[in-house]
Every structure is written in structure tokens, then in C-alpha cells.
């Protein structure tokens, strides 16, 4: 059995001759562009694709963050109809001025107080 006859047993076009060879790469090179070209129109529809799979998603989180809002609105109004917290007046022109305690330390103040040998 002969290669030409073997590749016509296995549905491959049987290549006898250069320029059959030269069409039969013609042919693919078209359809590999034909491919690409597709391809790269599925590429510039991505973006498009993208921002409305975004909108869909986005869309019941706003939904629920207004139902949120609309809620949490009734509680804000009720809140400030709180009397106001008693503040303490100045002493001593002190203002804002915040007095935070003093850290005790026993430990290192008995060894602060340690002569030195």
C-alpha cells in the first residue's frame, strides 16, 4: 500500500503534488483569518458584555441599599428628637483639653529607685 493510498483510507486529502499543497495552506491560512477576524470581534464585545453583567448584579444591591435607606430614614428622624446630653461646663478654662490618668509603673519605678552598685 502506497502513503497516497493510505491517507484516502484515512479521509486526509491525499498531497501528490506541490501546488495542491500550496492550495490546501491558502485554504487554511483564510480560515485561521476568517477565525482570528471573529475572534477579535468577540474581543471588542467584552467590554459591552461586561458592564452589563455588572449592571444586572448591581442592580437588586441598590435596590436593597434604597429599601435600607428608607428604613434606617424613620430611625434617624427619631433620634434627633433626643434631648441633648448634659455637658459639663469648663473648669478652669480648660476646653477640650482631655487629662488622661497617670501610668504607674511599680515595677520600674523600684527599680528607678535602686542605688547603683
Given at each position: 500500500?502506497?502513503?497516497?493510498?493510505?491517507?484516502?483510507?484515512?479521509?486526509?486529502?491525499?498531497?501528490?503534488?506541490?501546488?495542491?499543497?500550496?492550495?490546501?495552506?491558502q485554504?487554511?491560512?483564510?480560515?485561521?483569518?476568517?477565525?482570528?477576524?471573529?475572534?477579535?470581534?468577540?474581543?471588542?464585545?467584552?467590554?459591552?458584555?461586561?458592564?452589563?453583567?455588572?449592571?444586572?448584579?448591581?442592580?437588586?444591591?441598590l435596590?436593597?441599599?434604597?429599601?435600607?435607606?428608607?428604613?434606617?430614614?424613620?430611625?434617624?428622624?427619631?433620634?434627633?428628637?433626643?434631648?441633648?446630653?448634659?455637658?459639663?461646663p469648663?473648669?478652669?478654662?480648660?476646653?477640650?483639653?482631655?487629662?488622661?490618668?497617670?501610668?504607674?509603673?511599680?515595677?520600674?519605678?523600684?527599680?528607678?529607685?535602686?542605688?547603683?552598685?
Amino acid at each position: 500500500m502506497t502513503r497516497a493510498h493510505q491517507d484516502r483510507q484515512d479521509g486526509q486529502p491525499s498531497v501528490t503534488s506541490t501546488p495542491d499543497v500550496v492550495e490546501l495552506m491558502q485554504q487554511r491560512i483564510e480560515e485561521l483569518e476568517q477565525q482570528i477576524g471573529i475572534y477579535e470581534d468577540l474581543l471588542e464585545e467584552l467590554p459591552d458584555l461586561f458592564e452589563q453583567k455588572f449592571q444586572q448584579r448591581l442592580e437588586p444591591l441598590l435596590e436593597r441599599y434604597r429599601l435600607l435607606a428608607e428604613q434606617l430614614e424613620p430611625a434617624a428622624t427619631n433620634n434627633r428628637s433626643l434631648p441633648p446630653s448634659k455637658q459639663e461646663p469648663d473648669r478652669a478654662g480648660q476646653g477640650n483639653l482631655i487629662r488622661f490618668p497617670l501610668l504607674r509603673f511599680p515595677r520600674l519605678m523600684h527599680l528607678r529607685q535602686r542605688p547603683s552598685a
